[in-house]
């Protein structure tokens, strides 16, 4: 008898497991939002953060969640199981699906501002920005700070990627370091002739790549080259899942949350504004002195209004 219950048991948890396998997100938050009444104080904390904050799950670690929602890590290990998942990145795996696949399309986000008003949205989409800067900061290391500015540091020639709303950060990273090097480029920055830049790609250059999902097409042939040519990558993106992040030689990840229809690229501006100092002062006193000398010539070439 007592092995007929066993043997009922393990089947029943063999078919949970199967079941969480497949979940997805939308099931997922289905059955999270059903079974919180019946949570213990603490797991409907962690339920309701897991919730709320969708995307942060998929980028930061059990750690930095717990530290936000004030609970234990062991809390979100005790709440995988008790919604059927072997163990928390089982329980973290629909999240990741759902950032990767780009769910929530522009158009359906923004029908949802429209019908929900303007009422305070601005001072949440301000909020949010603090959160996604926190959020960076709590998912780059420094181990990863110094690998990225390492691999820069040590090419001839910096490539940069970025495209769409991604231009913008991509953009700004080439501005700040043509402050001190001359050797950074943007990728199609002549407006098509990127084939052919790809096709120069050397050995002793690097390669910095941005985007969020949905990833922009035109990415793809950028790291096929940097692959093909053996140049390392900076991959600067909104997931360690993304398709550019899995040949990258370091990855620094942001969160693109907000309450706009749009995602937010303000921490990718972020990283790229913090990367450029930090490669600035790694670079000591005769890069200080090529800003000086840049910032002479902008003056001479009348590029500022007077005050």
């Given at each position: 008898?007592?092995?007929?219950?066993v043997?009922?048991?393990?089947?029943?948890?063999m078919l949970?497991?199967m079941?969480?396998r497949?979940?997805?997100?939308?099931?997922l938050l289905?059955?999270i939002l059903?079974?919180?009444?019946?949570?213990?104080?603490?797991?409907?904390k962690?339920?309701r953060?897991?919730?709320d904050?969708?995307?942060?799950?998929a980028?930061?670690?059990?750690?930095?969640?717990a530290?936000r929602?004030?609970?234990?890590?062991?809390?979100?290990?005790?709440?995988?199981?008790?919604?059927?998942?072997?163990?928390?990145?089982?329980l973290?795996?629909?999240?990741?699906?759902r950032?990767?696949?780009?769910?929530?399309?522009?158009?359906?986000r923004?029908?949802?501002?429209?019908?929900?008003?303007?009422e305070?949205?601005?001072?949440?989409?301000l909020?949010?920005?603090?959160?996604?800067?926190?959020?960076?900061?709590?998912?780059n290391?420094?181990?990863e700070?110094?690998?990225?500015?390492?691999i820069?540091?040590?090419a001839?020639?910096?490539?940069?990627?970025g495209?769409?709303?991604?231009?913008?950060?991509?953009?700004?990273?080439?501005?700040l370091?043509?402050?001190f090097?001359?050797d950074v480029?943007?990728?199609?920055?002549?407006?098509?002739?990127?084939?052919?830049?790809?096709?120069?790609?050397?050995?002793?250059?690097?390669?910095?790549?941005?985007?969020?999902?949905?990833?922009?097409r035109?990415?793809g042939?950028?790291?096929e080259?940097?692959?093909?040519?053996?140049?390392p990558?900076?991959?600067?993106v909104d997931?360690?899942?993304?398709?550019?992040?899995?040949?990258?030689?370091?990855t620094?990840r942001?969160?693109?949350?907000?309450?706009?229809?749009f995602?937010?690229?303000?921490?990718?501006?972020?990283?790229v504004?913090?990367?450029?100092?930090?490669?600035l002062a790694?670079?000591?006193?005769?890069?200080?002195?090529?800003?000086r000398e840049?910032?002479?010539?902008?003056?001479?070439?009348?590029?500022?209004?007077?005050?």
């Amino acid at each position: 008898m007592h092995a007929t219950i066993v043997a009922l048991y393990q089947s029943r948890e063999m078919l949970v497991t199967m079941y969480t396998r497949e979940m997805g997100f939308d099931a997922l938050l289905a059955r999270i939002l059903t079974e919180l009444p019946e949570l213990s104080s603490e797991l409907r904390k962690a339920a309701r953060f897991l919730v709320d904050h969708p995307d942060e799950v998929a980028l930061v670690s059990m750690r930095v969640l717990a530290a936000r929602s004030e609970v234990t890590p062991t809390t979100f290990v005790r709440l995988a199981r008790r919604l059927g998942f072997g163990d928390w990145a089982a329980l973290r795996k629909p999240f990741e699906d759902r950032l990767r696949s780009g769910k929530a399309p522009f158009a359906a986000r923004a029908d949802a501002l429209v019908k929900r008003g303007s009422e305070a949205i601005f001072a949440e989409s301000l909020r949010t920005t603090v959160a996604n800067l926190a959020a960076a900061e709590a998912a780059n290391g420094s181990e990863e700070i110094a690998t990225a500015c390492a691999i820069l540091e040590k090419a001839q020639r910096i490539r940069v990627a970025g495209f769409r709303s991604c231009r913008a950060p991509a953009h700004a990273l080439v501005y700040l370091c043509r402050m001190f090097r001359r050797d950074v480029t943007l990728l199609g920055g002549d407006g098509g002739a990127m084939e052919a830049e790809l096709a120069a790609l050397g050995k002793r250059e690097a390669v910095v790549a941005i985007g969020f999902s949905p990833y922009s097409r035109e990415l793809g042939p950028v790291m096929e080259a940097a692959q093909r040519h053996s140049v390392p990558i900076v991959a600067i993106v909104d997931s360690m899942a993304a398709p550019i992040a899995r040949h990258a030689d370091v990855t620094l990840r942001f969160s693109t949350d907000s309450p706009s229809f749009f995602p937010s690229v303000a921490a990718a501006m972020a990283i790229v504004e913090a990367l450029a100092a930090t490669m600035l002062a790694r670079s000591g006193p005769a890069a200080a002195a090529r800003v000086r000398e840049t910032e002479l010539e902008l003056q001479a070439f009348g590029a500022y209004l007077p005050e």
